[in-house]
């Protein structure tokens, strides 16, 4: 206890070295802790439930396509799981984002409704808070998660109501529920989310037992494997299965191939469509851990030179215990004693700062951030900081300085750091690191502003998309009115929106290997989009068009193995029929676009017009340029008037365009704002450099000053060593951000360049930034007095 009262007032006693000290520790620790923690976050998503490691989301997809597109996969899967070995458990559920709910008059859109089965809530541990879980075997009953009862039902028992559920993804008027418990809420380290969970019996149970004898991908299936079990050897199993049911001869591809996809890569390394959530990118959390590794890296750094600072002005008092009979040992346990408590301070200095400002941190970077407590990563990291503190600094501070002098140099401060190699490797490494920061900042921005800008094949500018769910009226007459409007250009309806996953269509019956994206929409759409057409076979007396449209990319393909239009109709009319299928009629060709992100290439695409009424459930409404808050109080009026009593849902095209590049925008903030943190803690690291070797060469200064040595030539004199070494941490620093913004690149199908301004720019501003912040301790030591530099020796 004395010496913890020692080492408190000496750290009081140097007020502005100590306030220096602990602000670059604090900002550094916090931005790591902040950083660190989200990653382990991401990486541990779905290890919460029991015997995670076992579990596996089942594939399917034709044999043509390379990997499996979708994250939904055929009905036969869950029927196969019965003969086959080695699975403990199989669950096969369904998953809808924007389905709409009725509780007594009231009617309003609802996400994450979730159809599932008694397997689930065994797999997946779903804990309920009022209820018997048993009762979701029971037809149309319903269990609510803890955010929605107190969203619709407050502090009231919501046991014993009634939920309408009007409309489900692509099923209708599924009739009453019975509300028969609540669930706890769904952890936020899983990769799916769900608000209402309902029974497979009763309104879906017909859509259920047809599955397994269809070739639909509408559920996920999950399998609990035995101890040991390979997956791979469950995948032949079930391939075998396949293969010889009677779904492998009926209508559409002949051969699937099956894969088991492991539970904890889902959130990282699943890039399939119709995710159940927001996937994060695997790349981006990888330079998340370096980013935070790189900011511990300056600020541990910045740590030991103002510790070596502080012990250059102690290096009397440190002589004076040594003549006096102190041991290395008891400096050493003195200067770690001293380390461990500023750490420990700045830990949880930087732990309740997080903690004060964690809701503005979300916002910020539109994630969902916690600390969790009870996860022993969280104790690992605080530990890793701590140690990594020590391992840093007492090298440096205790072995270096005080063993490798004499009593006599360090009672007269005469040890020498300016010129030590150790030193200058230390504060190259640290201007590199700051440097790769900014060059990765600059580099991320430039791509995603690239990709933001890039067009895309359509104008999704001035575009909103209302979601309608109610098709029992004519989705026409709102469409009609809306035309009739002048605050709208057009509009247009079909069955998905760009970015949602489309349908795919075997191009087999074309003459051509694979599949094609297609979607279900009018021609008014087209024309809303500004979705040109090359080629235009619609005949102009037409009152209703009906046909395909495809894209110029599968147009040259068709022609490359047909040679025309003429010859490929012929070839498709030799082709049979089977029971329900339809002869394509081809009316026109589009110029290429991007359906998804810049993220693929484009590839095969159609467009099925027609006029019914199924495809409105995403109807684009153009709105004329100028008062966009008068365009959306129209649609407001004229929906109310067309769905009295719903909600009216809808979003930007332009913004759900953006949030595909969600992660690199995230990784865009992640790296401006880190990269504003290292400069400030690199700022720090810079002064007490320089004030370390200003104290040390203070005689020389009074001495040239003595014989006629301007200011502005000591300050030269000063910066020059720091220039040189700026200089010298350039080239390592650019050949690793090099080659890592190179690999980051290899995500995009279409890349910016990797301007040669962007080193150079870098460079600069570290440059800068060390000259400005040496010259100000230089001019202060270059003013003073002579006479005062004089009687420092």
């Given at each position: 206890m004395?010496?913890?009262?020692?080492?408190?007032?000496?750290?009081v006693r140097?007020?502005?070295?100590?306030?220096?000290?602990?602000?670059g520790l604090?900002?550094?620790?916090?931005?790591?802790?902040?950083?660190?923690?989200?990653v382990?976050?991401?990486r541990r998503?779905?290890?919460?439930?029991?015997?995670?490691?076992?579990?596996?989301?089942?594939?399917s997809?034709?044999?043509?396509?390379?990997?499996?597109?979708?994250?939904?996969s055929?009905g036969?899967?869950?029927?196969?799981?019965?003969?086959?070995p080695?699975?403990?458990l199989?669950?096969?559920?369904?998953?809808?984002?924007?389905g709409?709910?009725?509780?007594?008059?009231?009617?309003?859109?609802?996400?994450?409704?979730m159809?599932?089965d008694?397997?689930?809530?065994?797999?997946?541990?779903?804990?309920s808070?009022?209820?018997?879980l048993?009762?979701?075997?029971?037809?149309?009953?319903?269990?609510?998660?803890?955010?929605f009862?107190k969203?619709?039902?407050?502090?009231?028992?919501?046991?014993?109501?009634?939920?309408?559920?009007?409309?489900?993804?692509?099923?209708?008027?599924?009739?009453?529920?019975?509300?028969?418990?609540?669930v706890?809420n769904?952890?936020?380290r899983?990769?799916?989310?769900?608000?209402?969970l309902?029974?497979q019996?009763?309104?879906?149970?017909?859509?259920?037992?047809?599955?397994?004898?269809?070739?639909i991908a509408?559920t996920?299936?999950?399998y609990?494997?035995?101890?040991?079990m390979?997956?791979?050897?469950?995948?032949?199993?079930?391939?075998?299965?396949?293969?010889?049911?009677s779904?492998k001869?009926?209508?559409?591809?002949?051969?699937?191939v099956?894969?088991?996809?492991?539970l904890?890569?889902?959130h990282?390394?699943s890039?399939?469509?119709?995710?159940?959530?927001?996937?994060?990118?695997?790349?981006?959390?990888?330079?998340f851990?370096?980013?935070?590794?790189?900011?511990?890296?300056?600020?541990?750094?910045?740590?030991?030179?103002?510790?070596?600072?502080?012990?250059?002005?102690?290096?009397?008092e440190?002589?004076?215990?040594k003549?006096?009979?102190?041991?290395?040992?008891?400096?050493?346990?003195?200067?770690l004693?001293?380390?461990?408590?500023?750490?420990s301070?700045?830990?949880?200095i930087?732990?309740?700062?997080?903690?004060?400002?964690?809701?503005?941190?979300?916002?910020?970077?539109?994630?969902?951030?916690?600390?969790?407590?009870?996860?022993?990563?969280v104790?690992?990291?605080?530990l890793?900081v701590?140690?990594?503190?020590?391992a840093?600094?007492?090298p440096?501070?205790?072995?270096?300085?005080l063993?490798?002098?004499?009593?006599?140099?360090i009672?007269?401060?005469?040890?020498?750091?300016?010129?030590?190699?150790i030193?200058r490797?230390?504060?190259?490494?640290?201007?590199?690191?700051?440097?790769?920061?900014?060059?990765?900042t600059?580099l991320?921005?430039?791509?995603?502003?690239?990709?933001?800008?890039?067009?895309l094949?359509?104008?999704?500018?001035?575009?909103?998309?209302?979601h309608?769910?109610?098709l029992?009226?004519?989705?026409?007459?709102?469409?009609r009115?809306?035309?009739?409007?002048?605050t709208?250009?057009?509009?247009?309806?079909?069955?998905?929106?760009?970015?949602y996953?489309?349908?795919?269509?075997s191009?087999?019956?074309?003459?051509?290997e694979?599949?094609?994206?297609?979607?279900?929409?009018?021609?008014?759409?087209?024309?809303?989009?500004?979705?040109?057409?090359?080629?235009?076979?619609?005949?102009?007396e037409?009152?209703?068009v009906?046909?395909?449209?495809?894209?110029?990319?599968?147009?040259?393909?068709?022609?490359?193995r047909?040679?025309?239009?003429?010859?490929?109709?012929?070839?498709?009319?030799?082709q049979?029929?089977?029971e329900?299928?339809?002869?394509?009629?081809?009316?026109?060709?589009?110029?290429?676009?991007?359906?998804?992100?810049?993220?693929?290439?484009?590839?095969?695409?159609?467009?099925w017009?027609?006029?019914?009424?199924?495809r409105?459930?995403?109807?684009?409404?153009?709105?004329?340029?100028?008062?966009?808050?008068?365009?959306?109080?129209?649609?407001?009026?004229?929906?109310?008037?067309?769905?009295?009593g719903?909600?009216?849902?809808y979003?930007?095209?332009?913004?759900?365009?953006a949030?595909?590049?969600?992660s690199?925008?995230?990784?865009?903030?992640?790296?401006?704002a880190?990269?504003?943190?290292?400069?400030?803690?690199?700022?720090?690291?810079?002064?007490?450099?320089?004030l370390?070797i200003?104290?040390q060469r203070?005689r020389?200064?009074?001495?040239?000053?003595?014989n006629?040595?301007?200011?502005?030539?000591?300050m030269?004199?000063?910066?020059?060593?720091?220039?040189?070494w700026?200089?010298?941490?350039?080239?390592?620093?650019?050949s690793?951000?090099?080659y890592?913004?190179?690999?980051?690149?290899?995500?995009?199908?279409?890349?910016?360049a990797?301007s040669?301004?962007?080193?150079l720019?870098a460079?600069?501003?570290?440059?800068?930034i060390?000259?400005?912040?040496?010259?100000?301790?230089s001019?202060?030591?270059?003013?003073?007095?002579?006479?005062?530099?004089?009687r420092?020796?």
């Amino acid at each position: 206890m004395p010496q913890l009262k020692i080492i408190v007032r000496r750290l009081v006693r140097d007020r502005l070295l100590t306030l220096f000290t602990f602000c670059g520790l604090v900002a550094g620790i916090s931005a790591f802790l902040l950083l660190f923690i989200h990653v382990m976050n991401e990486r541990r998503f779905d290890r919460h439930f029991p015997n995670y490691e076992n579990i596996y989301r089942v594939l399917s997809a034709p044999a043509h396509i390379d990997e499996a597109l979708w994250a939904r996969s055929l009905g036969i899967i869950h029927r196969a799981a019965e003969n086959i070995p080695g699975i403990e458990l199989a669950t096969q559920f369904t998953h809808c984002d924007g389905g709409r709910i009725r509780i007594g008059e009231r009617t309003m859109e609802q996400d994450h409704i979730m159809s599932v089965d008694e397997a689930f809530i065994q797999m997946f541990g779903v804990e309920s808070k009022q209820g018997n879980l048993r009762d979701l075997e029971k037809p149309n009953t319903v269990f609510i998660s803890e955010d929605f009862a107190k969203k619709y039902f407050g502090d009231q028992d919501p046991v014993g109501q009634q939920i309408h559920i009007d409309a489900l993804q692509y099923v209708r008027d599924l009739g009453p529920y019975e509300i028969r418990g609540i669930v706890r809420n769904t952890n936020r380290r899983t990769h799916f989310r769900y608000e209402l969970l309902i029974s497979q019996k009763g309104g879906l149970q017909e859509r259920y037992e047809i599955l397994p004898d269809r070739k639909i991908a509408w559920t996920y299936n999950y399998y609990r494997l035995s101890q040991g079990m390979d997956p791979a050897l469950v995948a032949g199993q079930l391939k075998a299965f396949y293969d010889k049911s009677s779904l492998k001869p009926v209508r559409g591809p002949q051969e699937y191939v099956f894969r088991l996809f492991p539970l904890e890569d889902i959130h990282l390394k699943s890039d399939f469509r119709f995710e159940l959530r927001e996937r994060t990118s695997r790349l981006s959390i990888s330079l998340f851990m370096l980013i935070s590794i790189v900011i511990l890296l300056v600020t541990l750094l910045n740590f030991t030179n103002l510790s070596l600072a502080k012990i250059m002005k102690r290096s009397g008092e440190f002589g004076l215990k040594k003549t006096l009979g102190a041991g290395n040992r008891r400096l050493v346990r003195q200067v770690l004693g001293e380390v461990l408590l500023v750490c420990s301070i700045a830990i949880l200095i930087s732990v309740a700062l997080i903690e004060l400002f964690r809701p503005m941190l979300n916002r910020i970077f539109a994630i969902e951030f916690d600390i969790y407590y009870h996860d022993p990563m969280v104790l690992i990291s605080l530990l890793l900081v701590l140690l990594s503190g020590l391992a840093l600094s007492a090298p440096f501070v205790a072995g270096f300085l005080l063993s490798g002098n004499s009593n006599k140099e360090i009672r007269s401060g005469k040890v020498n750091y300016s010129g030590n190699v150790i030193m200058r490797i230390l504060l190259m490494l640290q201007v590199a690191v700051v440097m790769m920061l900014i060059s990765g900042t600059l580099l991320v921005n430039k791509q995603v502003q690239f990709m933001l800008d890039k067009p895309l094949g359509f104008n999704e500018e001035q575009v909103v998309v209302l979601h309608i769910n109610d098709l029992s009226k004519d989705p026409m007459v709102f469409i009609r009115k809306l035309e009739a409007q002048n605050t709208v250009t057009s509009a247009g309806m079909t069955l998905q929106h760009f970015g949602y996953p489309a349908q795919a269509i075997s191009l087999e019956n074309l003459g051509l290997e694979g599949t094609a994206e297609f979607v279900f929409a009018n021609y008014s759409y087209l024309k809303t989009m500004d979705i040109r057409l090359l080629h235009n076979w619609i005949p102009p007396e037409a009152d209703t068009v009906r046909g395909m449209v495809v894209n110029e990319h599968l147009y040259k393909r068709l022609m490359e193995r047909h040679g025309s239009m003429e010859a490929l109709q012929t070839f498709r009319s030799e082709q049979p029929l089977e029971e329900g299928q339809q002869a394509i009629n081809f009316v026109g060709v589009t110029e290429d676009f991007n359906y998804s992100s810049a993220h693929e290439t484009i590839g095969d695409f159609a467009f099925w017009l027609d006029e019914s009424a199924n495809r409105a459930r995403f109807t684009h409404v153009r709105l004329k340029p100028g008062n966009l808050r008068a365009g959306m109080e129209t649609i407001r009026n004229l929906w109310e008037e067309q769905y009295p009593g719903q909600e009216l849902s809808y979003f930007f095209l332009d913004e759900k365009i953006a949030e595909q590049y969600a992660s690199e925008i995230l990784l865009r903030k992640v790296l401006l704002a880190f990269s504003i943190a290292g400069i400030i803690i690199c700022l720090l690291g810079m002064s007490a450099m320089a004030l370390l070797i200003s104290r040390q060469r203070t005689r020389e200064i009074g001495i040239r000053k003595v014989n006629g040595a301007s200011i502005s030539l000591i300050m030269v004199l000063l910066n020059r060593d720091f220039i040189k070494w700026i200089l010298l941490a350039f080239v390592p620093a650019i050949s690793l951000i090099y080659y890592t913004m190179n690999r980051w690149l290899e995500n995009f199908a279409y890349q910016t360049a990797l301007s040669w301004w962007i080193f150079l720019l870098a460079g600069m501003i570290v440059l800068l930034i060390t000259v400005f912040t040496v010259s100000l301790q230089s001019y202060r030591s270059a003013s003073r007095n002579p006479v005062e530099a004089l009687r420092h020796d």
